[in-house]
C-alpha cells in the first residue's frame, strides 16, 4: 500500500468501528446488570407483599388471593412447587429472591412462599412492567398489610415494610402532603394519586400517594426512580472515554509519519552534497519512500553540477595561469626594451605608462585567479580543521602590521587581551581576518576597530569601519561569491567579490556564521561567529586568559594601536 495517507483513514476507521463495537458491548453488559438490580428491587418488594398472603391462605382462596394480585399489579404471577432449577449466587441464601436472565429483555423472578420451603412466586418481567399499574397495585397491597392491623402499631409495621423496598415509604399528615389541588381532589374521592416527574438534572420518578383509610393521613410511595438506558450523567464521561481513545488511536498512527518526517528534515538539513547514493534513508514503500528517492536523486544532481562547476573553475584558473606567465614575461622583454631605448634618448614615458597599467591590470588578474582557485578548494569539501589555543591579539597585530605601513592615514586598533586564546584553526582564521581587514582597509576612511565578544560557546570577531556604509538590502548579497556593492563598494576599489564568500564558508566550517550590519563608526560591522566548543567536550575552557585558568570574560585594556614604531 503505497498512500501512507490512506492506511491512515483506514486505520482511523477500524479504530472507529473497533472503539465503537468495544464501547457498545461494554454499554450493553453494564445495561444488563443494571437491568436485573432495576427489576429486582422495583418488584421484590410487591412480590414479598403477594409471597405473604399467599402464605396466609391455601386452597382456592389462595387461588383468588393470586388472581387479585394479578389484576392489581398486571404481572403474570404463578405458583410453582419445589424449584431445583433455580440457581443461586456463591454465598446467597437458596430462599432469597432470584432473578435469571432469559435474554436482553426478559428476566425470570422467583420470590420463596414464606413457611412452604417448597413453594414459590414466579414470574416473567420486562421493563415495561414497572409502569404506573404496578405502583397502584403495590399501594393496595401496602394498604391491605396496614390494614391487618391495629390503627396504633400500623407505624411501627410500615417501617418494617420499609426493609422490603429500595424507595421511601412515608406516613403523611394533611399538612405535610405536597399535592397539587387536582390531586388533593382525587385524594379526598378515596383515590390513588399517581405522579410522573422528569428532574432537573435528567432522570424520571414515578410517586403515588393514597389515603390510609378514615385515619386523615396518607401513605406515600417514592419517588421511585425509573430505568434510564442512558444516563446522563454517564453519557459525557463515555463520550470524552472514546474521543480520548480515538485521538490516542489518531496519535499512534501519525506518530510513525512524524519520526519519519522529522529524520528526514534532519538528514536534509545534515545533506553535505558529498557525493553519498543515499544521503537520505529510504525505507518502506510509501509516498515517503517515493520522497527520500528524490531527494536522493535531486541531490545527486546538484552534486553533479557543483562538481562540475568546481572542475571548471579548476581548468578555467589554472588554463589562466599559463598566458599570465606569458604575459608578465613579455611585459619584462618590453621594460628592458624600452630601457635600451631611453639609453638611446628615445622618450618612452607614454609607452611606460601603458606597461605600468598592464602591471596592474595583471596583478588583479592573477589575485582574481589565486581567489578563484582558494574558493574552489574551500566550496568542495570541508577540510579537516586543526583547532588549537590561538592568541588572538598576536595575529591581529600580524595582520595589521602591512596595512598601517602601506595606509598610514589609517588608525587600526583592537581591544582584546594580549593572553586570551581562542581554539579555531590558525591558517583558516588567519585568512578570514585577512579578508575582512583587507575589506574594511578599502573602504576605511580613517578608522578600523576590532572587538571581541563572548557568548557560551561562541565568539563574535566585530571588524569596523568608518567608510560609507551599504545599503541593508544588499548585506545578505554581497557575501555571496562575485557579488559587490554597485554604488561605493565597486569594482574599482578593488576586489574579487570573492572575499566576503571565503570568510562565510570559514566560519561555516568553525559552526559559525558572518553577518553583516551597521557599525557604531558609520560604515560596515563584519560579525564573524565560530563556535569555540571543542569536539568531545560538554564544557568551553576553549577561551583561556593562560593555560592553565579558564576566563570566558572579555578583557577592556586600553585601546591599543598595533606597532606604534612604524611611522609613514
Sequence with gaps: MRSIFLRIYIGIVCAVLVIGAGALSAWRYWDNGRLDNFLLSSTAGTLSLIADGSARHSG?????????SQRVTSLQIELIGPAAD???????????????????????LRVPVPGHPERWLQLILIEADVNEQLVRGTQLLLLNELGRHPQPARKAILDKLQQRFNWPLQWLSRAQLSANYLQRRALERGDTVVEFQTLANGPRIIRSIAPIGNSGDYLQQGPIPLFEHFP????????????????????????????RLGRMAHEVDGLQLSGNSQPVTVDGNDALTALANKINAMSGRIYQLLKAQRDLNHAVSHELKTPLARLQFRRELALQKLQQLNIKGTDTRGVQQHLDGMETSLRELNSLVEEILLYARLDSAAPSLTLAPIPLAAMLDELFQPIQTQHCHLQLSHTIDPQLKIYADAHYLHRALQNLLGNAQRYAQSQIQVQLQLEDNYAQLLVDDDGPGIDPALWQQIMEPFQREESSRNRNSGGSGLGLAIVRQIARWHHGELKISQAELGGVRATLTLSTQKAGSSTHPELTATDSEPSVKQSEPSVKSSEPEITC
Design 60 to 68: 382456592q382462596r389462595q387461588e383468588q388471593w393470586l388472581a387479585l
Design 86 to 108: 433455580t440457581p443461586t449466587r456463591q454465598g446467597q441464601d437458596a430462599r432469597e429472591p432470584q432473578l435469571v436472565q432469559l435474554d436482553d429483555e426478559r428476566r425470570r
Design 232 to 259: 446522563r450523567s454517564l453519557l459525557m464521561p463515555a463520550g470524552l472515554l472514546s474521543l480520548a481513545l480515538l485521538a490516542l488511536t489518531c496519535f499512534l498512527l501519525v506518530r510513525p509519519l512524524e519520526r
